[in-house]
């Protein structure tokens, strides 16, 4: 949609001002200041069919006054209620998500964004409704209390996951008098028990802090479409933004071994420096040039020597957390059981590492390999949906120069040796922060962080400590990454004609090819024009999933492949080349993934393919593997109950899936050699289904498809030979008897999660056009009032939602409750109640408002694919489920 009357905006300035955006881009982008100070970042895409909108405030949970932690979380919930203008209770959701759209929002440290998409014809009424939002919301007493029973059913959420835990316990292990150390979720302990206790109304303190921080001068807009005069009444009270300066630790902070109790299974190293924010040396990106070494997986890498030594199974290095006033680089590594006698050889190979940076030098040609890659993926990124783009753009007004928006840090291009430099010096054992999570630690600790009840306990280590390990440390050698083969040069867009044609019959992938090992569909990108390539290859294997027992061999199978082709592989997803190796849900399956720049694709397949035919494995990885994979089964049992729920919900309806407790016992009795035997009877049959798509010719994309017959098929004594006939089998699901209900009761498994939950599932029909749009209209129609009645009036909990299901063709609704205040047959009834109430909306609803919804729903269905992956994700979708000829949808 072409920007439209920003003209009309009275007395805005348009400040002018290039900015930058990708070679490849088309949409056109206008900066503009209201009169009210507010500054806006215009975006013009006329191929768009959602509009989309979103406004960053300058203002975050480092702001809430003491004693009333979470306040600016509140805040953002509230918003959402009701405005003088629009006084009915979420009518800004109702008409958002009836229109087609997306509404949502989140609270950082020092901002809070909001943001909504929406079909395009409803957007300027929506544009007006969001912004009521900044001019006079009402926060109505009425809503106070539910929404602060929500902030604290999302807490609830959050108690038992590991990450929030650790988050909090950093944050606590900081200066008190520092904002970093503040709990900022908020729950009703925070928001209600104490301020009540002392006297606080939390609504008045509520609305003191809108008005103290909430002035247009302290946001920034951008939309996706076009702008009107409403967001010219925001006031401007000219406030400062708030700012925090200072460093969260001090010398008691550091020098620290922190050693915790996590919730999972597992072992896991963060080692924690603070360091100068890069962002105020974003052109030269010190800490992601750091952290790529530090990080890489290639041979001679810090992690490819704990791999081989059995030590860890994946390493992270970065700059997660960071301000404008500070910052930590972090490096996490996951350990396998055997760290407790080697912890301190892992340090001092790192520090060893480090020291290496140190010797090294900063090089030149690492930086411009870095700087290559970031430039290929600026400058070919895929289109993303407008509401992402407008987040991430808003975001970026906030911190970045005009011209830099769209670019933020993702253009590495000033070469400065004394700032990365200067990174690499501060990873010294003077300021580090270790944290160690083990379940080990259990009944060896002794203080507890209050918020989220993590034991920990906490000594000081000197740096001679350090020393010590580096110098004890096993004596590997580590070395600097070797240059990149899978950075792209040839950016070239094939011209698909004559042979190659493209006529209208071919915008649908067509059956290019077919033998009895394997069936290759095909589509040229002919729409968004992008050097890239998206493949997938699907590998039928009938013994895959045929009891738990395969299962779990032929997981063990991916993972050795993907472990054994790391360090490898690596290289190529650095260079923008990602690749995935999967066992699916419930299908014999095993599926490729090959998704990037063109340019160096097949080499990276034909690596792939060679492995499988070639599989071999050590020993000591089968061990390390099937350790990690114990681990990921053990840890079920603290996935949310929601997550559960529906596990079990697919266990009852579909055919091959199998608990995963008894997936579990399988695997704790096999060992290498099962691996061995059991992986020449997977593939001694398959057959293989493809889809290639993208800036490919069909001779290139079937001269793969033939490589694959050739390694895998085609040797006097193959790899590989087809399926029978009768193992290509479909995908059962159990039929519900018409008018039965069936009630399944399983007890959670994680005894410690306070949270129960309900998934209340009607199963509607089989494929068919017509039903299927029926289906899809009612969840529209009823999606909205649901989230509304369960979760916002009853306050059952944070999670409610209803949404379709879609199982091997067998079509249904469900609903997903997650609840910390009532039991799911309580919630079952309200479940009950709320279909009464919907069957009797749908018979009261007006002519006008059904057409309303149909028209949104055929906007929707009518959305056009933004990228090459989700076009390629769309039509491998309908290959899988068999719908190849579903209404002539392909040629061939």
């Given at each position: 949609m072409a920007i439209e009357n920003a003209a009309a905006a009275t007395n805005a300035a348009d400040k002018g001002g290039e900015i930058l955006k990708p070679r490849t881009d088309k949409r056109d982008y206008r900066r503009i200041v209201l009169k009210n100070s507010l500054e806006v970042l215009l975006i013009s895409d006329p191929e768009t069919d959602k509009c989309a909108a979103s406004l960053n405030v300058s203002v975050g949970s480092f702001s809430d006054p003491q004693g009333l932690e979470g306040l600016a979380h509140f805040l953002e919930h509230m918003l959402f209620y009701a405005s003088e203008k629009y006084p009915e209770e979420d009518s800004y959701s109702k008409y958002i998500t009836e229109h087609g759209g997306r509404t949502n929002a989140y609270t950082s440290t020092e901002h809070t964004n909001y943001h909504f998409d929406i079909n395009t014809d409803s957007f300027d009424e929506a544009l007006d409704r969001f912004a009521q939002f900044f001019i006079k919301p009402l926060m109505s007493a009425d809503a106070t209390m539910r929404e602060i029973k929500a902030v604290d059913s999302e807490n609830q959420k959050n108690l038992l996951?590991?990450?929030?835990?650790?988050?909090?316990?950093?944050?606590?292990l900081s200066r008190e008098d520092h904002p970093y150390h503040k709990f900022n979720t908020g729950n009703i302990d925070t928001l209600h028990v104490r301020p009540e206790a002392n006297g606080v109304d939390t609504r008045s303190e509520l609305i003191k802090f809108y008005d103290k921080h909430y002035s247009a001068n302290t946001m920034h807009l951008v939309v996706y479409g076009k702008v009107e005069e409403m967001f010219q009444e925001i006031r401007n009270?000219?406030?400062?933004?708030?700012?925090?300066?200072?460093?969260?630790?001090t010398q008691e902070h550091l020098q620290v071994l922190v050693k915790a109790v996590p919730i999972k299974q597992g072992h896991n190293l963060t080692v924690s420096w603070p360091v100068t924010p890069s962002i105020h040396h974003y052109e030269e990106a010190p800490c992601t040039y750091v952290g790529h070494l530090i990080g890489h997986e290639g041979k001679g890498s810090l992690f490819h020597a704990l791999k081989i030594l059995g030590w860890a199974t994946g390493l992270y290095a970065g700059e997660p957390d960071w301000t404008m006033e500070y910052s930590f680089f972090n490096v996490s590594i996951n350990l396998t059981d055997a760290r407790h006698e080697h912890m301190q050889d892992i340090l001092g190979l790192l520090f060893r590492h480090i020291n290496l940076l140190q010797q090294s030098g900063v090089s030149q040609w690492i930086f411009d390999e870095l700087s290559a890659i970031f430039e290929a993926e600026f400058h070919y990124q895929a289109k993303i949906d407008p509401l992402s783009y407008a987040v991430n753009n808003s975001?970026?007004?906030?911190?970045?120069?005009?011209?830099h928006w769209l670019i933020g840090s993702s253009l590495p291009s000033k070469f400065n040796p004394a700032s990365v430099q200067k990174v690499i010096d501060d990873l010294s054992p003077d300021n580090v922060r270790i944290f160690w999570e083990s379940n080990k630690f259990e009944g060896q600790t002794d203080k507890v962080e209050p918020w989220y009840n993590t034991a920990y306990s906490l000594e000081k280590i000197s740096k001679f400590t350090i020393q010590e390990w580096v110098q004890s440390a096993p004596d590997v050698n580590l070395f600097l990454p070797t240059p990149n083969i899978f950075i792209p040069t040839d950016f070239s867009l094939k011209q698909f004609t004559d042979k190659n044609q493209v006529l209208e019959q071919d915008i649908f992938p067509v059956l290019l090819r077919k033998t009895s090992f394997s069936r290759l569909w095909y589509?040229?990108?002919?729409?968004?024009?992008?050097?890239?390539?998206?493949?997938k290859m699907d590998f039928n294997c009938?013994?895959?999933v045929s009891s738990p027992d395969a299962v779990v061999l032929s997981n063990l199978f991916v993972w050795l492949l993907v472990d054994y082709l790391n360090e490898y592989a690596y290289y190529a997803q650095a260079a923008g080349l990602d690749y995935g190796l999967s066992l699916s849900d419930n299908v014999p399956h095993i599926q490729l993934s090959l998704v990037g720049f063109n340019h160096k694709l097949r080499i990276l397949l034909e690596a792939v393919i060679q492995k499988i035919a070639n599989f071999e494995f050590k020993p000591d990885r089968f061990s390390v593997v099937k350790e990690t994979v114990i681990k990921a089964y053990q840890n079920?049992?603290?996935?949310?109950?929601h997550n559960q729920a529906m596990s079990y919900c697919s266990m009852v309806l579909q055919d091959h899936t199998w608990p995963w407790t008894e997936e579990l016992d399988a695997l704790s009795h096999l060992e290498a050699e099962d691996l061995t035997n059991f992986v020449s009877m997977l593939l001694s049959r398959t057959f293989v289904e493809c889809y290639i798509a993208g800036n490919v010719e069909n001779d290139e994309a079937e001269s793969m498809v033939k490589h694959i017959e050739d390694v895998l098929f085609d040797d006097p004594k193959p790899i590989c030979r087809p399926l029978y006939p009768s193992q290509f089998l479909t995908?059962?699901?159990?039929?519900?008897?018409?008018?039965?209900?069936?009630?399944?009761?399983?007890?959670?498994?994680?005894?410690?999660?306070?949270?129960?939950?309900?998934?209340?599932y009607i199963q509607v029909h089989q494929d068919e056009f017509s039903m299927n749009s029926k289906l899809q209209l009612f969840e529209l129609i009823a999606k909205q009032a649901t989230f509304h009645q369960l979760r916002t009036i009853e306050q059952l909990g944070y999670i409610a939602s209803l949404s379709q299901r879609n199982d091997s063709g067998v079509y249904g609704v469900q609903f997903i409750i997650q609840s910390s205040v009532k039991g799911p047959g309580h919630v079952d009834s309200r479940v009950e109640s709320l279909l009464k109430d919907l069957e009797s909306k749908l018979y009261k609803m007006s002519d006008e408002e059904f057409k309303s919804n149909v028209t949104a729903l055929i906007d929707m269905k009518l959305e056009k694919h933004k990228n090459l992956s989700e076009e390629s994700l769309f039509y491998w979708g309908e290959i899988q489920e068999g719908n190849t000829s579903h209404c002539g949808l392909f040629c061939g």
């Open positions: 996951s590991d990450s929030w835990r650790m988050h909090q316990l950093k944050k606590h009270t000219n406030k400062e933004i708030p700012r925090f300066p200072g460093q969260p630790c975001s970026n007004m906030t911190i970045y120069p005009t011209k589509k040229p990108d002919t729409k968004f024009f992008k050097p890239k390539a998206y493949v009938p013994l895959a079920y049992k603290f996935r949310q109950p995908s059962r699901v159990a039929e519900l008897g018409t008018g039965m209900k069936y009630f399944y009761h399983q007890e959670g498994s994680n005894p410690s999660d306070e949270n129960s939950a309900l998934v209340h």
